[in-house]
């Protein structure tokens, strides 16, 4: 569809929302400027039109609303409407109508908006296949596709259909599938599932089931069950009409007991729901508006009465509390070479491989100012590695026994094995058969975590259980730094669906996920929210809310926001109902005749409107940024960024001591002060001179900061101290006391500086509204 095409469409789509309110509106006009004129009998036709629109517009309203087993305030709009134009007061039923109609377009306008916009999100699924036949490719419907084809997909392609593998290897992103965010790798004979990545070369597969049968369409039709299942949600403005008419109703029929026919149009006339009608659609899609500037797409007003009583969240941990791509974490290197010369040799040799991994490596080398070599005679063998000259020396990249290592060396033991206990992947690098230095990829938790759970339980959600289908021991790991109350780890999309519908039982619950695996429990939930900048199309489907910025703390305005607009409606309609309230006192005594109590209605709706429009406010309690204070944040951002390689060589600086000669280590130690006197040292001396007096300034004094500005001064205060250490040391001799003063040294510093980093990411660098900068990487080999 071209854009001339879409915007075409956006403006039939408004029209058809707006069309009602428009023309009844104009028919009040056009009454009103007819009765100046003084044609009292052309005025009362045209409000008699716009009445009747209002009256047979209410009429099918509350048809469709008792289908739904629905009962609002539709019956008494139309009385309303009805007794008005039975008593000839057509002003009074033109108003009536122009209130009505327009109450219903704000509702329906704010769910078309959210459908637009969540559409807008959707990845395309697959919808055609690569069939090989012979030396030929050819590219087919994915419903033509039968059992026994053999499919080629491409890379970068999501797999169509279920399959086992014909190819040598290939290298999968089952994340979406699974959960486990590490790529994993599949054989010649080993299932291929449809809904899987290829984050490799083009392989190919012998097709088992056809599309319809395969996983990722079983799981979509596990969303569409999960959909039926549903418990059907009542809404306030539904529970509040209830007794709303029954009492209006009374007092209409007690006024015209005592007063005729007019007095009880009067009093229905001021009975008008119109608070109801307006009061929750304006602050709803108020909302819905302040939750889209924020990149928080709400699919309709519904959803957001129903995100401000949740007390239970499920969250998925890939993707989710995980950046859900594999980052560069650790480089761990044999004696005689640094981690930037590692990193410089495999991201050189990676210039001229077509892998995802590649493509990562060479952007954090980058991203640290190398500059690369061009390799020479470069293979690349599929599930192994990459080789090449570079500046003369044959350098590999892949598994460990392609880079020459048949055990792990003493420099890289202790890396893999902190690798296999986090659930980590490692890519050794090797230099003439040698291997030289071993890159330690994870995928690292997001900064604003653990500051949104401590949020989210201010808000009132008492419990927060993880959910997810990654391994038992990656999933106690994350629990123990983010503090959820409960872990359900190695879940499948079914055993999700039945965790969902267990703690729904108990509360109202939020379900929270990217995965195709968390579509059906999203589907199922109270609300299901997607995290939109890399969901899957069955979760974002399937979900309520989609966060499209890749930041987790905007669940918490999320739910700010529903909680705000419910409690502005709320009073709205209170307010509105108990004005209208006395209003029918009035004309039930006769003080009120109908036209007048229409305007008055009017002013009350006005009034009510108004109030609704505070949910557009913001109640964000986070600390409000200039330019200028996110410049600074982005400054030490980026600092911290730079300096995370540093961090690391003091741990690989306190592992390999005592493995050297006194003047290695030594010397070693030296390299290490050097780097902490001229890079750390002078970092923490300007974040307590510039960044932490502006923190002071958004949080009200000193205080609050007192414990990090304490920690800088143990850092510049163990830095010293660690010179005097090494100052006092001899090169020719260093007894295993000395050397056991500089590790506990080294791990000290290397322990208190990335702590203390850490709590400044999550507590003070990312106040701003600006996108937190993703972790760019990519699936391992």
Known sequence: MSERQRNVRDWRSKFAVFALPI????????????????????AHIAWFLAAVVGVVYSFVAMVNELRRGRFGVDPLALLSLGGALFVREFLAAAIISVMFASGHALDQWASRRARREIASLMVRVPKTAHLLHGDEMLTVDLASVVVGDLVVVTSGEMVPVDGNMTSTSAVLDESALTGESLPVERARGELVRSGALNAGPPFEMRAIASAEESTYSGIIRLVAGAESA???????ADRYSQWFVAVSLALAGFAWIVGGLSRAVAVLVVATPCPLILAVPVALVSGLSRSAHLGIIVKNGAVLERLARVSTLLIDKTGTITRGRPVLNEIAVAADFTSQDVLLLAASLDQLSPHVLARSIVQSALGRGLELEMPTLVEEEAGQGIRGRIAGQMVTVGKAAWCGAREDPTWAFSARRRAQLDGALTVFVGVQGEPVGVLVFDDPIRPDVERTMRRLRRRGIGRIAMVTGDR?????????????????????????????????????????????????????????????????????????????????????????IAKKSLRVARQSMVTGIALSLVAMIFALVGWLPAVWGAILQELIDVAVILNSLRALVSENDTPHLNAKDIAVTAHFRLEHASLRDSIEEIHNAADSLGSMQPAETLRAVQTIYE?????????????????????????????????????HREIIHQIRRLGQVVGALRADHLDDAEVLELRSLLYGLYFIVKLHTAQEDENYLYLDDSQIPGERSAPSR
């Open 230 to 236: 549903s418990v059907p949600f009542v809404r306030m």
């Open 675 to 711: 780097m902490l006197t001229q890079e750390i040292q002078p970092h923490e001396e300007e974040e307590e001179k510039i960044l932490y007096p502006l923190l002071a300034r958004l949080m009200g004094g000193r205080e609050p900061l007192g414990a990090m500005s304490h920690a």
């Open 472 to 560: 038992l021991e990656v999933a106690e790991t994350v629990r123990s730094i983010i503090g959820v109350d409960e872990v359900f780890a190695e879940r499948s999309p079914q055993e999700k669906l039945d965790i969902v519908r267990d703690e729904s039982l108990r509360s109202s619950t939020m379900m929270v996920g990217d995965g195709i695996n968390d579509a059906p429990a999203l589907a199922l939930a109270d609300v299901g929210v997607a995290m939109g900048s890399r969901a899957a199309t069955a979760a974002s489907e399937a979900a309520d809310v989609i966060l499209t910025s890749d930041r987790l703390d905007r669940l918490d305005d999320a739910l700010a």
């Open 23 to 42: 023309g009844v509106t104009a028919g009040l006009s056009v009454g009103a400027i007819i009765w100046l004129t003084g044609s009292l009998r052309g």
